[in-house]
């Protein structure tokens, strides 16, 4: 079983940025505002072998469900890095509570809330629409190194 976590936890993770809004970069999930995220088994495709889809309280520590973060901020921001123009990236931490099961590089976690957020090469008006409408802070940063890694060299 998870262990059950009563004081929240932070951890680190990656949104794409898309009309002022935050979704999550794998399955496309858009976060929740001013509400908590709670995980459901099954949500966004999540599966496991075990045809144990749907059927438990998430996270499961056999199975793949939860709210998945990082334990470092570098983890976090290599992510981001892979996200593409014209989306924005944002990276930031979120307080993770309930069952949490917990990783090497990261956690998957019943319920999460956004603690902070920093868009990735966006302007300051841009980080005050998250602010405002998500009501955690903000920030922009200035960065002109995303998705270069992976573009060929000129
Ligand atoms: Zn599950």
New binding site residues.
């Given amino acids: 079983m998870s262990e059950l976590y009563l004081d929240p936890i932070l951890g680190w993770r990656v949104w794409k940025v898309q009309r002022g809004r935050l979704y999550s970069t794998v399955f496309g999930t858009l976060w929740p505002e001013r509400t908590r995220l709670e995980a459901r088994?099954g949500i966004g495709g999540?599966s496991?072998p075990g045809g144990?889809r749907g059927v438990?309280d998430?996270?499961?520590r056999d199975?793949d469900?939860g709210i998945y973060a990082l334990k470092s901020r570098e983890d976090a921001m290599f992510l981001a890095r892979q996200i593409m123009r014209p989306d924005i990236a944002a990276v930031g931490r979120v307080s993770l509570w309930g069952h949490v099961v917990e990783t090497e590089r990261g956690y998957r976690a019943q319920f999460a809330y956004i603690y902070d957020v920093t868009l990735v090469d966006a302007t300051d008006e841009q980080a005050e629409e998250i602010r405002n409408r998500y009501a955690v802070d903000a920030f922009a940063e200035p960065s002109r190194d995303r998705c270069d890694s992976i573009l060929p060299a000129a």
Wanted: charged share 10%; glycine share 0%.
């Fill in positions: 088994c999540r496991s144990l438990h998430a996270p499961a199975c469900c």
